[in-house]
Antibody, heavy 120, light 110 residues
Framework: QVQLVQSGAEVKKPGASVKVSCKASGYIFTTYGITWVRQAPGQGLEWMGWISANSGTPNYAKKFQGRVTMTTDTSTSTAYMELRSLRSDDTAVYYC?????????????WGQGTMVTVSS | QSVLTQPPSVSGTPGQRVTISCSGSSSNIGSNAVNWYQQLPGTAPKVLIYTTNQRPSGVPDRFSGSKSGTSASLAISGLQSEDAADYFCSAWDDRLTGPVFGTGTKVTVL
């Protein structure tokens, strides 16, 4: 079945970087772009950006431009999201998601989430 | 940060009908379809409603969505205990060129 499996939880110090992976299976990886969304504890969802799995072209939310890099590795069907210069308010669960089986900009397949804790 | 505004919480007794509002602007809800997600504790969001009023296969018909102008609503008819969860609205934003999400609403079944 279509599945996104993310890497495990991370604990980082302020100023460090974190790289989260999202391995896709059950479909042709290059067919669907990968979206990254984060959720701070007890808060709502926040779109970070999107990357075309076909061309590798990213589209970052303005808030994260200059601090985030999204990449894909088609040989392993894996997408990556790297966030640099981490701050305490970057503590959140980070999700990858795709719009697979439904029309429109709706995310029907999600990874299980990766908890990133930023603490000194 | 969330661009769409939802009430923090709504509650109801089993069998009751509850509605969740989602307020946006002309660049998002006013010009694009609305989606709704249900999130149970410790899990990823799940699509409940897409394209404003469509239900994916497997979602009970007690869930329904609507939109008017720059606001949208999710209605749950015949509230059940398993409906206790957080609910988020979402819509594409033409100005931000990306999806925006609501602040989230916690549904409590009394």
């Amino acid at each position: 079945q279509v599945q996104l499996v993310q890497s495990g939880a991370e604990v980082k110090k302020p100023g460090a970087s974190v790289k989260v992976s999202c391995k896709a299976s059950g479909y042709i990886f290059t067919t669907y772009g990968i979206t990254w969304v984060r959720q701070a504890p007890g808060q709502g969802l926040e779109w970070m950006g999107w990357i075309s799995a076909n061309s590798g072209t990213p589209n970052y939310a303005k808030k994260f431009q200059g601090r985030v890099t999204m990449t894909t590795d088609t040989s392993t069907s894996t997408a990556y999201m790297e966030l640099r210069s981490l701050r305490s308010d970057d503590t959140a669960v980070y999700y990858c998601a795709i719009s697979w089986g439904l029309p429109g900009d709706v995310f029907d397949i999600w990874g299980q989430g990766t908890m990133v804790t930023v603490s000194s | 940060q969330s661009v769409l505004t939802q009430p923090p919480s709504v509650s109801g007794t089993p069998g009751q009908r509850v509605t969740i509002s989602c307020s946006g602007s002309s660049s998002n809800i006013g010009s694009n379809a609305v989606n709704w997600y249900q999130q149970l504790p410790g899990t990823a969001p799940k699509v409940l409603i897409y394209t404003t009023n469509q239900r994916p296969s497997g979602v009970p018909d007690r869930f329904s969505g609507s939109k008017s102008g720059t606001s949208a609503s999710l209605a749950i008819s015949g509230l059940q205990s398993e409906d206790a969860a957080d609910y988020f609205c979402s819509a594409w934003d033409d100005r931000l060129t990306g999806p925006v999400f609501g602040t989230g609403t916690k549904v409590t079944v009394l």
